[in-house]
């Protein structure tokens, strides 16, 4: 649920992602399909390719899972074929909400994510619809245990990092898409542990939502990220702490 910037509901959104390691390994070996099919097999040459091979690290994917992914995608070795889709919609209470899928059947995942958001009281909008309320930001996530928060700012800074921000159980740095990796070498060069790094859309304003609405959109968002062929969802929501860990 990229949109909330708060470390608590991040890492809450991460332990659930991780307890559903199956959906977490298939949404990852598609990313390494489609960036070795759009820029090759060297990572070195590919950065889109180098980010999704840091992300299956992220999550300790078997080295052998990266390599068969990666060969698919480049042709050395059969598989599906992968399409990208992004839906733009509005949930309860006018929040906007963008859903970056990769699928074998655009037609079949058109259709279900538009029942979904019926379902949940949304309305799924053509594109440019709320696109231009969201900007591209890589995100990296580091856990304070153990981790001196004056030397990773310095490295997340000097590196590229655009913003370091220190909350209550870890540290959130903000990069620019191209600088993603950088910063994250340069982290991990320095011996630091990175919990997760992505590229998001993160919205450049908030919609305040509380009570029904607010419940409506956190359970819009949760059945979207369930669907199989669903990525990364980004919502500009802006509901409490306490109704979301209550929710959750």
Same mark, same amino acid.
């Given at each position: 649920?990229?949109?909330?910037? *708060?470390?608590?509901?991040?890492?809450?959104?991460?332990?659930?992602? @991780? !307890?559903?390691?199956?959906?977490?390994?298939?949404?990852?070996?598609? %990313?390494?399909?489609?960036?070795? +099919?759009?820029?090759? /097999?060297?990572?070195?040459?590919?950065?889109?390719?180098?980010? !999704?091979?840091?992300?299956?690290?992220?999550?300790?994917?078997?080295? *052998?899972?990266?390599?068969?992914?990666?060969?698919?995608?480049?042709?050395?070795?059969?598989? $599906?074929?992968?399409? %990208?889709?992004?839906?733009?919609?509005?949930?309860?209470?006018?929040?906007?909400?963008?859903?970056?899928?990769? /699928?074998?059947?655009?037609?079949?995942?058109? $259709?279900?994510?538009?029942?979904?958001?019926?379902?949940?009281?949304?309305?799924?909008? !053509?594109?440019?619809?709320?696109?231009?309320?969201?900007?591209?930001?890589?995100?990296?996530?580091?856990? +304070?245990?153990? !981790? @001196?928060?004056?030397?990773?700012?310095?490295?997340?800074?000097?590196?590229?990092?655009?913003?370091?921000? /220190?909350?209550?159980?870890?540290?959130?740095?903000?990069?620019?898409?191209?600088?993603?990796?950088?910063?994250?070498?340069?982290?991990?060069? $320095?011996?630091?542990?990175?919990? /997760?790094?992505?590229?998001?859309?993160?919205?450049?304003?908030?919609?305040?939502? %509380?009570?029904?609405?607010?419940?409506?959109?956190?359970?819009?968002?949760?059945?979207?990220?369930?669907?199989? @062929?669903?990525?990364?969802?980004?919502?500009?929501?802006?509901?409490?702490?306490?109704?979301?860990?209550?929710?959750?």
């Amino acid at each position: 649920m990229s949109g909330h910037s *708060k470390w608590a509901s991040i890492k809450h959104k991460k332990a659930i992602v @991780d !307890a559903k390691r199956g959906k977490t390994f298939t949404r990852i070996i598609r %990313e390494l399909t489609i960036a070795s +099919r759009m820029g090759g /097999s060297d990572p070195s040459a590919n950065p889109r390719l180098r980010t !999704a091979i840091a992300g299956a690290k992220d999550v300790n994917m078997p080295l *052998k899972n990266i390599e068969n992914a990666v060969k698919k995608g480049a042709g050395e070795l059969e598989g $599906a074929t992968y399409e %990208e889709m992004v839906y733009e919609g509005y949930g309860p209470g006018g929040v906007a909400i963008m859903v970056e899928c990769t /699928s074998d059947n655009k037609n079949r995942t058109a $259709a279900e994510i538009r029942h979904i958001f019926s379902k949940g009281h949304g309305n799924l909008g !053509a594109v440019g619809s709320v696109s231009y309320l969201f900007e591209k930001h890589g995100i990296i996530l580091i856990a +304070r245990e153990g !981790a @001196d928060e004056d030397q990773l700012m310095e490295i997340a800074l000097e590196s590229g990092a655009d913003d370091f921000k /220190s909350e209550e159980d870890g540290f959130t740095i903000t990069t620019s898409p191209t600088a993603l990796n950088d910063v994250r070498e340069a982290i991990e060069q $320095a011996g630091f542990k990175i919990e /997760s790094s992505e590229i998001s859309s993160i919205p450049t304003m908030t919609k305040a939502v %509380e009570g029904k609405d607010a419940e409506g959109v956190l359970k819009l968002l949760n059945t979207l990220e369930e669907h199989d @062929d669903v990525g990364i969802v980004s919502a500009n929501y802006d509901i409490s702490d306490e109704l979301i860990e209550q929710y959750q």
